[in-house]
């Protein structure tokens, strides 16, 4: 087995030269089995308690050592010798004990405790049987963690990864109590850990969550919060303000090492059966139950008929060449199309607008970086866009009227395409997460300027491709959490879920219709091309509204809703389209922005 915990070897190193070397013989006494210390350290460094009955910290010192086995116990020998003539607690303390409990006899030697030494003292002993350190009056198990923490390794530094157990680590609850993480996630279904710092501003709100998860989880799955950083006083306190009756766990610094590593806080840390993590959240929000338990609410199974006729299909674009499919948008007034791609071979794709009746066409951006997937303001000014024009894709937006250009995150390029809410006060991106696992999308939302980012529930599968509902209080997108992709439809006040779409088809890139009756989506039966249908905003009368060879994707309705623009390569290449349901109506108003170059339509 590799060695996951090099125990003890600066301080061994450093000290062994000055060290006085009392051979372990010195203690005298057996535990349970008949060994005696030194036999049970049998060349392996050690972790030896020495205490007595009378010590008013027996029972914490004995905790340390649980805490400590449970990170050492397969590198290192640990043990208690319990001198006293008590045999009645000296067999109570040998109960559950994972280590043993020796029975010390006669007198602790100086040359033992050192000078001045008296119980309990904790000694760190080599291989060769050498004490080279003693921990003297230790108060409580994280005190004594926290001393010992430079001189031993806590394993590998993080979470695990999916796949494996839950570390096995045995941390302090409020009580005081000792708790091992791993036998809690193996006695339960499936154990959802929240690791936060004690100093979160968020803690109150972490708590009163998860508090509400655990009561609406039942005995399906086991909520444990773990207090980063926190004493055992402090966090007892937190659990009788927050009425917490779910277990709130004392994280040391084995436990930070252990559970986050290097990795932000809040995180979270999801088991399925037998105790094997299924996925890690870094900066992690409390999931909604339905995150954890699985959607209740499927589509509905009756619905009135979906009132969208088509009246007229048309291309806008002529000549089109895209590296990824032309996502277009209407501006606020409906009279103008945006979107992205090139009208040549060669080069990248750049923004463009064009009139909703397919004349005047203009290109917006000129970056060497392609600049993709538009989405406009509810006030025509401005564009939000994907760009890689910083040397990562990340999102940027567009001044019309004077043709600005900022870049509004700066993540690493781990956004995906936004879209703007009808207010224009809020953007919604998919974001790519990976710590602790295979890399996945979670939807974000952030204000106009890029702030005050929120994910909208992080869970361990792919949300892509968000639509805003009219109202700014619900969000669809695309999920691959049940083996397809399907849409599903989230509120952002309660974190409700409701599942739109079934397991017979696969379903991408959802808009809504500006009255939020209508949901119009991408389907595809097998390896069929996706067309374009239409639904209730309840999942119900699911109608076709495209039909025929190529792939139609990104439908975009105007403000307006009698016309929603899409990509389709039904000619062989990807161009933008448009389908009308009504008559159009009339808008005589100023277009916003000036041209930056004009082109003739092709």
């Not at 340390?64 to 043990?79: P, S, T």
């Not at 963690?145 to 609850?173: C, F, H, M, N, Q």
């Not at 499919?325 to 945006?338: I, K, T």
């Not at 024009?389 to 999102?395: L, P, Q, T, V």
């Amino acid at each position: 087995m590799t060695s996951r915990l090099p125990i003890f070897a600066a301080a061994v190193l450093a000290t062994l030269a000055g060290a006085g070397a009392e051979p372990l013989e010195e203690i005298r006494g057996v535990d349970a089995s008949g060994r005696d210390v030194a036999e049970i350290a049998a060349g392996r460094p050690a972790l030896i308690l020495l205490t007595s009955p009378r010590v008013a910290s027996v029972g914490a010192q004995l905790r340390l050592l649980r805490f400590l086995h449970g990170e050492v116990g397969e590198e290192a020998a640990v043990a208690a010798v319990i001198y006293g003539e008590e045999k009645a607690a000296l067999a109570k303390f040998r109960e559950g004990m994972p280590f043993p409990v020796v029975a010390g006899v006669g007198e602790v030697t100086e040359a033992v405790l050192g000078e001045g030494g008296k119980l309990p003292t904790v000694l760190l002993v080599t291989r060769a049987g050498n004490v080279v350190d003693r921990l003297a009056e230790v108060p409580d198990p994280l005190a004594a963690a926290e001393a010992l923490k430079l001189r031993y390794e806590a394993g590998p530094p993080g979470p695990p990864p999916a796949g494996e157990l839950v570390p096995d680590l045995i941390v302090s609850t409020s009580a005081g109590e000792a708790f091992n993480l791993r036998a809690a996630a193996l006695n339960n279904p499936a154990t959802l850990i929240f690791a936060f710092d004690v100093d979160d501003a968020d803690r109150r709100r972490h708590l009163s969550s998860l508090q509400r998860l655990a009561d609406d989880l039942g005995e399906r799955t086991r909520v444990i919060a773990v207090a980063l950083g926190a004493s055992t006083a402090a966090a007892a306190k937190l659990a009788e303000a927050e009425y917490l009756d779910l277990p709130l766990l004392v994280g040391g610094p084995l436990a930070r090492r252990r559970l986050v590593g290097e990795l932000d806080p809040p995180v979270l840390i999801m088991t399925e059966a037998k105790g094997i993590v299924r996925g890690t959240k870094e900066r992690a929000a409390v999931p909604a139950r339905e995150d954890v338990a699985g959607e209740e609410r499927g589509p509905a199974e009756e619905g009135p008929p979906v009132e969208l006729a088509v009246k007229r299909l048309e291309a806008l674009t002529a000549g089109l060449y895209a590296d990824l499919p032309p996502v277009a948008a209407f501006d606020a007034m409906g009279r103008y199309v945006l979107f992205h791609g090139r009208f040549a071979e060669e080069g990248v794709d750049h923004l463009w607008e064009i009139a909703a009746t397919g004349k005047d066409l203009r290109q917006i951006s000129h970056a060497a970086a392609p600049d993709v997937a538009p989405s406009c303001s509810a006030d025509g000014v401005h564009v939000a866009f994907l760009s890689g024009r910083s040397g990562e894709n990340e999102i940027w937006i567009c001044e019309r009227l004077h043709g600005e250009f900022t870049q509004i995150t700066k993540s690493g390029g781990t956004f995906g395409a936004p879209t703007y809410a009808l207010d224009g006060k809020v953007i919604a991106a998919p974001r790519r997460v990976s710590p602790g696992g295979e890399a996945n999308f979670d939807v974000w939302t952030m204000n106009a300027r890029g702030r005050r980012l929120r994910p909208v529930a992080e869970t361990f599968y792919n949300e892509i491709e968000p639509a805003w509902a009219p109202d700014g209080q619900k969000l669809l997108f695309a999920s691959d959490r049940y083996g397809n992709w399907d849409i599903l439809a989230s509120d952002l006040n309660g974190g409700k879920r409701r599942r739109l779409t079934g397991p017979e088809t696969e379903d991408r890139t959802p808009t809504v219709s500006p009255d939020g009756r209508y949901v119009v989506y991408a389907s595809r039966e097998g390896d069929g091309p996706y067309k374009l249908w239409a639904m209730n905003a309840d999942g119900s009368s699911k109608t076709p509204l495209t039909a025929g060879a190529g792939n139609d994707l990104y439908p975009r309705f105007n403000r307006q809703g009698y016309a929603l623009v899409f990509a389709s390569d039904r000619s062989g290449a990807y161009e933008v389209y448009k389908l009308t349901f009504e008559e159009e109506i009339d808008y005589d108003l100023p277009r916003p922005g000036r041209p930056l170059s004009r082109l003739s339509k092709r």
